[in-house]
Protein backbone atom coordinates (compact mmCIF):
# COMPACT_ATOMS: atom_id res chain seq x y z
CA UNK A 1 0.00 0.00 0.00
CA UNK A 2 1.27 3.60 -0.68
CA UNK A 3 0.56 6.31 1.55
CA UNK A 4 -3.61 6.84 0.13
CA UNK A 5 -4.03 3.39 0.26
CA UNK A 6 -3.15 3.34 4.11
CA UNK A 7 -5.39 5.71 4.91
CA UNK A 8 -8.17 4.40 3.02
CA UNK A 9 -7.76 0.94 4.75
CA UNK A 10 -7.96 2.15 8.10
CA UNK A 11 -10.94 5.07 7.40
CA UNK A 12 -12.42 1.47 6.30
CA UNK A 13 -11.90 0.40 9.58
CA UNK A 14 -13.04 3.06 11.25
CA UNK A 15 -16.70 2.23 11.00
CA UNK A 16 -15.70 -1.43 12.08
CA UNK A 17 -17.10 -0.77 15.39
CA UNK A 18 -18.03 -4.25 16.07
CA UNK A 19 -14.35 -5.65 15.66
CA UNK A 20 -12.64 -5.50 18.75
CA UNK A 21 -10.65 -8.69 19.76
CA UNK A 22 -9.75 -9.63 23.39
CA UNK A 23 -6.50 -8.70 24.27
CA UNK A 24 -5.04 -12.45 23.98
CA UNK A 25 -5.81 -11.97 20.43
CA UNK A 26 -4.16 -8.59 20.06
CA UNK A 27 -1.13 -10.87 21.08
CA UNK A 28 -1.48 -13.17 18.43
CA UNK A 29 -1.40 -11.02 15.97
CA UNK A 30 1.78 -8.98 17.59
CA UNK A 31 3.01 -12.94 17.69
CA UNK A 32 3.16 -12.40 13.41
CA UNK A 33 5.18 -9.04 13.86
CA UNK A 34 7.74 -10.87 16.07
CA UNK A 35 6.13 -9.11 19.23
CA UNK A 36 7.32 -6.00 19.03
CA UNK A 37 5.66 -4.54 22.34
CA UNK A 38 7.61 -6.92 24.54
CA UNK A 39 11.27 -5.37 22.81
CA UNK A 40 10.00 -1.95 24.06
CA UNK A 41 10.99 -0.12 27.23
CA UNK A 42 7.06 1.50 27.68
CA UNK A 43 5.97 4.36 29.84
CA UNK A 44 1.83 3.61 29.82
CA UNK A 45 -0.17 6.67 30.51
CA UNK A 46 -4.19 6.48 31.35
CA UNK A 47 -6.60 9.06 33.06
CA UNK A 48 -9.50 11.07 32.07
CA UNK A 49 -7.74 14.08 31.50
CA UNK A 50 -4.22 15.18 31.34
CA UNK A 51 -2.73 12.17 29.84
CA UNK A 52 -2.08 13.99 26.34
CA UNK A 53 -0.18 16.48 27.75
CA UNK A 54 1.30 13.80 30.13
CA UNK A 55 3.15 12.18 26.93
CA UNK A 56 4.00 15.77 25.43
CA UNK A 57 5.73 16.34 28.48
CA UNK A 58 7.38 13.05 29.28
CA UNK A 59 8.70 12.96 25.53
CA UNK A 60 10.14 16.46 25.49
CA UNK A 61 11.79 15.66 28.54
CA UNK A 62 13.30 12.53 27.66
CA UNK A 63 13.99 13.64 24.38
CA UNK A 64 16.03 17.00 25.97
CA UNK A 65 18.19 13.99 27.87
CA UNK A 66 19.37 12.71 24.70
CA UNK A 67 16.81 9.27 24.49
CA UNK A 68 15.21 8.25 21.36
CA UNK A 69 11.56 8.27 22.20
CA UNK A 70 8.42 7.11 20.60
CA UNK A 71 5.20 8.32 21.19
CA UNK A 72 1.52 7.23 20.68
CA UNK A 73 -1.23 9.14 21.64
CA UNK A 74 -5.08 9.92 20.39
CA UNK A 75 -6.89 11.66 18.67
CA UNK A 76 -5.49 13.48 15.95
CA UNK A 77 -5.89 16.67 14.95
CA UNK A 78 -5.34 17.00 11.10
CA UNK A 79 -3.67 13.84 10.18
CA UNK A 80 -3.17 10.00 11.26
CA UNK A 81 0.52 10.38 11.41
CA UNK A 82 0.51 13.07 14.30
CA UNK A 83 -0.43 9.40 16.70
CA UNK A 84 2.68 8.13 15.69
CA UNK A 85 5.72 10.07 16.69
CA UNK A 86 9.39 9.61 16.83
CA UNK A 87 11.17 12.19 18.93
CA UNK A 88 8.19 14.72 18.60
CA UNK A 89 8.05 14.58 14.93
CA UNK A 90 5.13 12.58 12.79
CA UNK A 91 5.59 9.57 10.81
CA UNK A 92 6.73 10.02 7.51
CA UNK A 93 4.03 9.27 4.95
CA UNK A 94 6.18 6.22 3.71
CA UNK A 95 7.11 5.09 6.71
CA UNK A 96 3.30 5.34 7.85
CA UNK A 97 2.36 2.94 4.83
CA UNK A 98 5.25 0.72 5.10
CA UNK A 99 3.82 0.02 9.08
CA UNK A 100 0.14 0.08 7.44
CA UNK A 101 1.09 -2.98 5.30
CA UNK A 102 2.77 -4.87 7.52
CA UNK A 103 -0.12 -4.66 10.07
CA UNK A 104 -2.66 -5.78 7.57
CA UNK A 105 -0.31 -8.73 6.23
CA UNK A 106 -0.34 -9.92 9.96
CA UNK A 107 -4.60 -9.72 10.27
CA UNK A 108 -6.95 -8.04 7.71
CA UNK A 109 -10.22 -7.94 10.41
CA UNK A 110 -8.76 -4.82 12.78
CA UNK A 111 -10.62 -1.73 13.92
CA UNK A 112 -8.83 1.47 13.46
CA UNK A 113 -7.53 1.68 16.90
CA UNK A 114 -5.82 -1.57 16.88
CA UNK A 115 -4.29 -0.69 13.66
CA UNK A 116 -2.56 2.37 14.53
CA UNK A 117 -1.87 0.81 17.88
CA UNK A 118 -0.19 -2.39 16.23
CA UNK A 119 1.52 0.03 14.09
CA UNK A 120 3.32 2.23 16.65
CA UNK A 121 4.71 -0.86 18.36
CA UNK A 122 6.24 -2.12 15.68
CA UNK A 123 7.30 1.34 14.57
CA UNK A 124 9.11 1.88 17.84
CA UNK A 125 10.80 -1.23 17.55
CA UNK A 126 12.07 -1.25 14.21
CA UNK A 127 13.55 2.48 14.70
CA UNK A 128 14.99 1.15 18.02
CA UNK A 129 14.02 3.77 20.53
CA UNK A 130 14.85 3.98 23.79
CA UNK A 131 11.60 4.78 25.47
CA UNK A 132 7.63 4.30 23.93
CA UNK A 133 5.52 6.42 25.83
CA UNK A 134 1.85 5.02 24.83
CA UNK A 135 -0.99 6.55 25.91
CA UNK A 136 -4.50 4.67 26.55
CA UNK A 137 -7.20 4.84 24.03
CA UNK A 138 -10.20 4.49 26.05
CA UNK A 139 -10.30 3.12 29.64
CA UNK A 140 -7.38 0.98 29.95
CA UNK A 141 -7.92 -2.87 31.16
CA UNK A 142 -9.46 -3.70 27.68
CA UNK A 143 -7.80 -1.06 25.38
CA UNK A 144 -5.50 -2.67 22.77
CA UNK A 145 -2.64 -1.10 24.21
CA UNK A 146 -2.47 -2.37 27.27
CA UNK A 147 -1.09 -5.87 26.09
CA UNK A 148 2.63 -5.69 27.47
CA UNK A 149 4.18 -5.11 31.26
CA UNK A 150 5.65 -1.37 30.96
CA UNK A 151 8.27 0.00 32.49
CA UNK A 152 6.52 2.61 34.64
CA UNK A 153 2.76 2.88 34.76
CA UNK A 154 1.00 6.55 35.15
CA UNK A 155 -2.19 7.50 35.67
CA UNK A 156 -3.70 10.97 35.44
CA UNK A 157 -6.86 12.41 37.03
CA UNK A 158 -9.45 10.84 36.86
CA UNK A 159 -13.29 11.84 36.02
CA UNK A 160 -16.59 11.20 34.66
CA UNK A 161 -16.25 10.59 30.52
CA UNK A 162 -17.10 7.62 28.52
CA UNK A 163 -19.44 6.08 30.90
CA UNK A 164 -20.83 3.97 28.60
CA UNK A 165 -17.97 2.33 28.32
CA UNK A 166 -16.56 2.33 31.65
CA UNK A 167 -19.23 2.58 34.09
CA UNK A 168 -21.09 4.94 35.85
CA UNK A 169 -19.37 5.80 38.75
CA UNK A 170 -15.88 7.12 39.89
CA UNK A 171 -14.75 3.89 41.42
CA UNK A 172 -15.95 1.59 38.15
CA UNK A 173 -13.57 3.97 35.94
CA UNK A 174 -11.01 4.29 38.73
CA UNK A 175 -10.81 0.40 38.18
CA UNK A 176 -10.92 0.31 34.07
CA UNK A 177 -8.00 3.12 34.45
CA UNK A 178 -5.86 1.03 37.56
CA UNK A 179 -6.33 -2.07 34.71
CA UNK A 180 -2.86 -0.82 32.97
CA UNK A 181 -0.77 -1.82 36.24
CA UNK A 182 0.68 -5.06 35.81
CA UNK A 183 2.50 -7.96 38.12
CA UNK A 184 5.95 -6.85 40.05
CA UNK A 185 6.01 -3.19 38.16
CA UNK A 186 5.77 0.61 39.47
CA UNK A 187 2.89 2.72 38.63
CA UNK A 188 2.82 6.64 39.89
CA UNK A 189 -1.10 8.14 40.08
CA UNK A 190 -1.74 11.73 39.98
CA UNK A 191 -3.67 13.73 42.83
CA UNK A 192 -7.12 12.65 42.84
CA UNK A 193 -10.23 11.68 45.27
CA UNK A 194 -9.75 9.66 47.96
CA UNK A 195 -12.12 7.22 46.16
CA UNK A 196 -9.78 7.21 43.91
CA UNK A 197 -6.50 6.22 45.33
CA UNK A 198 -8.37 3.60 47.31
CA UNK A 199 -9.46 1.37 43.99
CA UNK A 200 -5.97 1.84 42.36
CA UNK A 201 -3.96 1.17 45.72
CA UNK A 202 -6.41 -1.84 45.68
CA UNK A 203 -5.35 -2.81 42.28
CA UNK A 204 -1.51 -1.95 42.99
CA UNK A 205 -1.34 -4.06 45.99
CA UNK A 206 -2.94 -7.32 44.09
CA UNK A 207 -0.65 -7.05 41.84
CA UNK A 208 2.57 -6.40 43.85
CA UNK A 209 3.13 -3.42 42.06
CA UNK A 210 4.81 -0.11 43.68
CA UNK A 211 2.32 2.92 43.94
CA UNK A 212 3.61 6.38 44.20
CA UNK A 213 0.90 8.82 44.78
CA UNK A 214 1.48 12.38 43.97
CA UNK A 215 -0.11 14.22 47.56
CA UNK A 216 2.51 16.03 48.95
CA UNK A 217 3.17 19.32 46.83
CA UNK A 218 2.45 22.67 46.87
CA UNK A 219 2.94 25.20 43.65
CA UNK A 220 2.63 29.29 43.37
CA UNK A 221 2.55 30.38 40.18
CA UNK A 222 4.82 33.21 39.80
CA UNK A 223 3.85 34.77 36.24
CA UNK A 224 0.93 33.80 34.24
CA UNK A 225 1.01 35.11 30.55
CA UNK A 226 -0.84 34.10 27.43
CA UNK A 227 3.03 32.84 26.32
CA UNK A 228 4.60 31.26 28.84
CA UNK A 229 3.77 30.48 32.77
CA UNK A 230 6.52 30.63 35.30
CA UNK A 231 5.86 28.46 38.70
CA UNK A 232 7.79 26.93 41.78
CA UNK A 233 6.68 23.53 42.79
CA UNK A 234 7.70 21.89 46.52
CA UNK A 235 7.87 18.48 47.80
CA UNK A 236 9.57 16.12 50.43
CA UNK A 237 11.44 15.08 47.46
CA UNK A 238 12.37 18.12 44.70
CA UNK A 239 12.11 21.56 44.60
CA UNK A 240 12.35 23.86 41.34
CA UNK A 241 12.08 26.85 41.08
CA UNK A 242 11.48 29.22 37.89
CA UNK A 243 9.75 26.16 36.02
CA UNK A 244 7.77 26.92 32.43
CA UNK A 245 5.75 25.94 30.88
CA UNK A 246 4.41 27.00 27.27
CA UNK A 247 1.10 25.27 28.10
CA UNK A 248 -1.30 27.63 29.42
CA UNK A 249 -3.51 27.44 31.68
CA UNK A 250 -2.85 26.54 35.71
CA UNK A 251 -4.16 22.69 35.16
CA UNK A 252 -0.81 21.81 33.23
CA UNK A 253 1.48 23.51 36.11
CA UNK A 254 -0.84 20.44 37.73
CA UNK A 255 -0.26 18.00 35.13
CA UNK A 256 3.82 19.32 35.43
CA UNK A 257 4.03 19.34 38.75
CA UNK A 258 2.62 15.80 39.03
CA UNK A 259 4.84 14.62 36.68
CA UNK A 260 7.83 15.40 38.23
CA UNK A 261 6.88 12.29 40.24
CA UNK A 262 6.79 9.69 36.92
CA UNK A 263 10.24 11.41 36.40
CA UNK A 264 11.52 10.74 39.64
CA UNK A 265 10.45 6.78 39.73
CA UNK A 266 12.12 6.71 35.85
CA UNK A 267 15.23 8.15 37.52
CA UNK A 268 15.02 5.28 40.22
CA UNK A 269 14.09 2.70 37.30
CA UNK A 270 17.62 3.51 35.81
CA UNK A 271 16.72 6.76 33.57
CA UNK A 272 18.74 9.67 33.66
CA UNK A 273 16.76 12.88 34.11
CA UNK A 274 18.78 15.75 35.01
CA UNK A 275 17.05 19.32 36.25
CA UNK A 276 17.97 20.99 33.17
CA UNK A 277 16.26 18.32 31.13
CA UNK A 278 13.03 19.03 33.10
CA UNK A 279 13.40 22.75 32.77
CA UNK A 280 13.78 22.50 29.02
CA UNK A 281 12.04 19.92 28.62
CA UNK A 282 9.10 21.30 30.01
CA UNK A 283 9.35 24.90 28.28
CA UNK A 284 9.67 22.89 24.95
CA UNK A 285 6.59 20.69 25.20
CA UNK A 286 3.50 21.22 22.88
CA UNK A 287 -0.05 19.57 23.31
CA UNK A 288 -1.84 21.17 20.22
CA UNK A 289 -5.74 22.19 20.66
CA UNK A 290 -5.70 22.41 24.33
CA UNK A 291 -5.47 25.69 25.73
CA UNK A 292 -3.66 27.31 22.57
CA UNK A 293 -4.26 30.56 20.76
CA UNK A 294 -3.17 30.27 17.46
CA UNK A 295 -4.13 34.18 16.76
CA UNK A 296 -3.46 37.26 18.70
CA UNK A 297 -5.62 39.95 16.84
CA UNK A 298 -8.02 38.84 17.43
CA UNK A 299 -7.09 36.28 19.96
CA UNK A 300 -8.36 33.05 18.94
CA UNK A 301 -8.67 30.47 21.35
CA UNK A 302 -8.86 26.82 20.99
CA UNK A 303 -9.85 23.99 23.63
CA UNK A 304 -10.98 20.82 23.27
CA UNK A 305 -12.42 20.53 27.01
CA UNK A 306 -15.23 17.92 26.10
CA UNK A 307 -15.91 16.46 29.81
CA UNK A 308 -17.39 18.69 33.01
CA UNK A 309 -13.36 18.83 34.50
CA UNK A 310 -12.30 19.81 31.38
CA UNK A 311 -15.33 22.30 30.96
CA UNK A 312 -14.44 24.04 34.42
CA UNK A 313 -10.66 24.15 33.73
CA UNK A 314 -11.08 26.22 30.41
CA UNK A 315 -13.54 28.48 32.44
CA UNK A 316 -11.13 28.87 34.90
CA UNK A 317 -8.27 29.75 32.44
CA UNK A 318 -10.60 31.95 30.11
CA UNK A 319 -11.17 34.02 33.22
CA UNK A 320 -7.62 33.89 34.27
CA UNK A 321 -5.98 35.37 31.01
CA UNK A 322 -8.50 37.10 29.45
CA UNK A 323 -10.22 39.17 32.42
CA UNK A 324 -12.55 42.28 31.09
CA UNK A 325 -12.26 41.26 27.35
CA UNK A 326 -15.37 40.41 25.23
CA UNK A 327 -15.28 36.61 24.79
CA UNK A 328 -16.94 34.89 21.83
CA UNK A 329 -17.91 31.61 22.12
CA UNK A 330 -17.90 29.47 19.34
CA UNK A 331 -19.34 25.42 20.88
CA UNK A 332 -20.33 22.38 19.25
CA UNK A 333 -20.36 19.06 20.92
CA UNK A 334 -20.75 15.39 20.48
CA UNK A 335 -24.25 13.74 21.55
CA UNK A 336 -22.68 11.04 23.92
CA UNK A 337 -20.97 13.53 25.91
CA UNK A 338 -22.57 15.45 28.79
CA UNK A 339 -23.26 18.23 27.02
CA UNK A 340 -26.04 19.27 29.60
CA UNK A 341 -23.56 19.79 32.12
CA UNK A 342 -20.81 21.61 30.02
CA UNK A 343 -22.93 24.49 28.92
CA UNK A 344 -23.43 26.61 31.62
CA UNK A 345 -19.52 26.53 32.63
CA UNK A 346 -18.17 27.01 29.08
CA UNK A 347 -20.53 30.04 28.39
CA UNK A 348 -20.51 31.44 32.03
CA UNK A 349 -17.63 34.51 30.64
CA UNK A 350 -19.20 34.38 27.10
CA UNK A 351 -20.59 37.93 25.58
CA UNK A 352 -22.01 36.01 22.83
CA UNK A 353 -22.59 32.66 22.24
CA UNK A 354 -22.75 30.99 18.81
CA UNK A 355 -23.64 27.23 18.51
CA UNK A 356 -22.39 25.55 15.53
CA UNK A 357 -22.10 21.63 14.17
CA UNK A 358 -18.50 19.71 14.39
CA UNK A 359 -18.08 17.26 11.70
CA UNK A 360 -18.93 14.08 12.59
CA UNK A 361 -21.87 11.24 12.52
CA UNK A 362 -21.10 11.60 16.36
CA UNK A 363 -22.60 15.55 16.54
CA UNK A 364 -25.43 16.96 18.32
CA UNK A 365 -27.07 18.86 16.36
CA UNK A 366 -27.14 22.61 17.63
CA UNK A 367 -31.05 23.26 17.75
CA UNK A 368 -30.88 20.60 20.20
CA UNK A 369 -28.18 22.19 21.89
CA UNK A 370 -30.17 25.31 21.82
CA UNK A 371 -33.09 23.79 24.02
CA UNK A 372 -30.92 23.17 26.40
CA UNK A 373 -29.62 26.88 26.70
CA UNK A 374 -33.36 28.06 26.12
CA UNK A 375 -33.80 26.05 29.56
CA UNK A 376 -30.85 27.60 31.25
CA UNK A 377 -31.72 30.92 30.30
CA UNK A 378 -28.00 31.88 28.26
CA UNK A 379 -28.59 34.10 24.72
CA UNK A 380 -26.82 32.44 21.94
CA UNK A 381 -26.96 31.68 18.17
CA UNK A 382 -27.19 29.07 15.49
CA UNK A 383 -24.78 28.54 12.79
CA UNK A 384 -24.35 25.18 12.00
CA UNK A 385 -21.69 25.61 9.14
CA UNK A 386 -18.56 25.72 11.78
CA UNK A 387 -16.60 27.87 8.76
CA UNK A 388 -19.20 30.17 8.98
CA UNK A 389 -19.75 30.53 13.01
CA UNK A 390 -15.77 30.92 13.15
CA UNK A 391 -16.07 33.57 10.80
CA UNK A 392 -18.63 35.64 12.28
CA UNK A 393 -17.23 35.05 15.91
CA UNK A 394 -14.29 36.91 14.47
CA UNK A 395 -15.94 39.66 12.92
CA UNK A 396 -17.72 40.41 16.21
CA UNK A 397 -14.49 40.00 18.35
CA UNK A 398 -12.93 43.13 17.00
CA UNK A 399 -9.26 43.76 17.15
CA UNK A 400 -9.46 43.75 21.50
CA UNK A 401 -12.19 40.41 21.59
CA UNK A 402 -11.03 36.92 22.38
CA UNK A 403 -12.86 34.52 20.00
CA UNK A 404 -12.91 30.52 22.02
CA UNK A 405 -13.86 27.08 20.32
CA UNK A 406 -14.61 25.10 22.62
CA UNK A 407 -16.81 21.97 23.33
CA UNK A 408 -15.39 19.12 21.15
CA UNK A 409 -12.11 18.08 19.61
CA UNK A 410 -13.36 17.51 16.34
CA UNK A 411 -14.46 21.11 16.49
CA UNK A 412 -10.97 22.18 17.34
CA UNK A 413 -9.92 20.29 14.52
CA UNK A 414 -11.84 21.55 11.96
CA UNK A 415 -11.54 25.47 12.88
CA UNK A 416 -7.76 24.54 13.50
CA UNK A 417 -7.08 23.34 9.81
CA UNK A 418 -9.47 25.77 8.77
CA UNK A 419 -7.81 29.17 10.40
CA UNK A 420 -3.86 27.94 9.96
CA UNK A 421 -4.13 25.93 6.68
CA UNK A 422 -5.74 29.50 4.88
CA UNK A 423 -9.31 27.71 4.44
CA UNK A 424 -11.35 30.67 2.32
CA UNK A 425 -14.52 30.60 4.92
CA UNK A 426 -12.28 32.49 7.76
CA UNK A 427 -9.97 35.11 7.19
CA UNK A 428 -7.68 36.62 10.25
Known amino acids: MDYAESVQYINGSYEKKGVKHPLDEIKKILGRLGHPEDKLKIIHVAGTNGKGSACAMLTSVLTEAGYSVGTFTSPHLSRYNERIKLNGADIPDTDFAEQASAVRGAEEELSFFEILTLMAFNYFYERRVDYAVIEVG???????????????????????????????????????????IKKNSDAVL?????????????????????????????????????????FDVR?????????????????????????LYAIGALNRLGVNIREEHIRNGLAKARWPGRMEIIKKEPVILLDGAHNADGAFEFNRAVGNYFPGRRIILVTGMLRDKEY???????????????????????????????????????????????????????SEAGKDGVVCVTGSLYLVADARRTILNGGDAITV
Not at 239 to 253: A, E, F, S
Not at 383 to 393: G, I, L, N, S
Request: charged share 25%.
Open 138 to 180: LGGKFCPTNVTVPLLSVITKIGFDHMNYLGWTIESIASEKAGI
Open 190 to 230: YLNSREVYNVVKETADSQNAGLVFCDDYDYTIVERTTDETV
Open 235 to 259: SGSFKYDGLRLKMIGDYQVYNACNL
Open 340 to 394: YKILRVVTERAARVILTKPVTKRALDPEELAAVYDREGVPYEIEPDYKKAVTRAV
